[in-house]
């Protein structure tokens, strides 16, 4: 089935600093994949999500990056705020599945 | 925040009894899951349904057990065989394969002592 490694684990930046978080999938027929938001003691949220006939999408301060060929997808976040803490979670699935397989997560920390 | 309710928020309950957590969706879609996160960890799938009558195990079914009598509800028992079911229990639902959203409830806390 499929794997899906993400890369920090955790993460700190200042206020204002970009925050990139890397995963990697295995599986070539993947084809969705979704990045969620998780705040303290509350349901994982989308944020955003790419599909593989697209390599990059942007949402205000929010992007996602696509490499097909490589099999990782990135998230960026600019002009991080406080708010922006929380716990992310990548997440791939292929066309023909029903499951979502989902990176570790990477507790992101923003420091005024 | 309609769409994906669970029920009750916070559950307490004494080692050896079975438990029974609420899973409630009106979003008309075909396929229901059920997570377990402990603290700071990540998603561990426990069972999933894809229609109704229909249901798999996941990576971690051991001491569950479900049930999907119709397609809004799936409810998930955690019975006294695990071993270890203090933990945040997340339900979602989506409308079935491909490309789309997985959408989450607000999750049950569920404490067993």
């Known amino acids: 089935g499929e794997n899906v490694e993400q890369h920090p684990s955790t993460l700190s930046v200042q206020e204002g600093d970009s925050a990139v978080i890397k995963c990697t999938y295995s599986d070539s027929a993947s084809n969705y994949f979704p990045w969620y938001k998780q705040e303290l003691g509350k349901r994982p949220q989308l944020i955003i999500d790419?599909?593989?006939?697209?390599g990059e999408k942007k949402d205000q301060r929010i992007a996602v990056t696509l490499n097909k060929t490589a099999k990782h997808f990135s998230l960026h976040i600019t002009e991080t705020q406080p708010e922006d803490s929380a716990v992310y979670f990548c997440?791939?699935?292929?066309?023909?599945?029903?499951?979502?397989?989902f990176g570790a997560g990477t507790t992101v920390t923003v420091r005024a | 925040d309609g769409g994906i309710t669970q029920s009750p928020k916070y559950l307490f309950r004494k080692e050896g009894q079975n438990v029974t957590l609420s899973c409630e969706q009106n979003?008309?879609?075909?396929?229901m899951y059920w997570y377990r996160q402990d603290p700071g960890q990540g998603l561990r799938l426990i069972y999933y349904?894809?229609?109704?009558?229909?249901?798999q195990k996941g990576d971690i079914a051991e001491g569950y057990s479900v049930s999907r009598e119709k397609k809004e509800s799936f409810p998930l028992t955690v019975t006294s065989a695990q071993k270890n079911p203090t933990a945040f229990y997340l339900c979602a639902s989506s409308p079935g394969t491909g490309p789309y959203e997985q959408y989450f409830g607000p999750g049950t806390r569920l404490t067993v002592t």
């Open positions: 997440a791939a699935r292929t066309n023909n599945d029903y499951k979502l397989s």
């Open positions: 790419i599909r593989s006939n697209v």
């Open positions: 349904s894809q229609i109704v009558n229909d249901f």
């Open positions: 979003l008309n879609h075909d396929a």
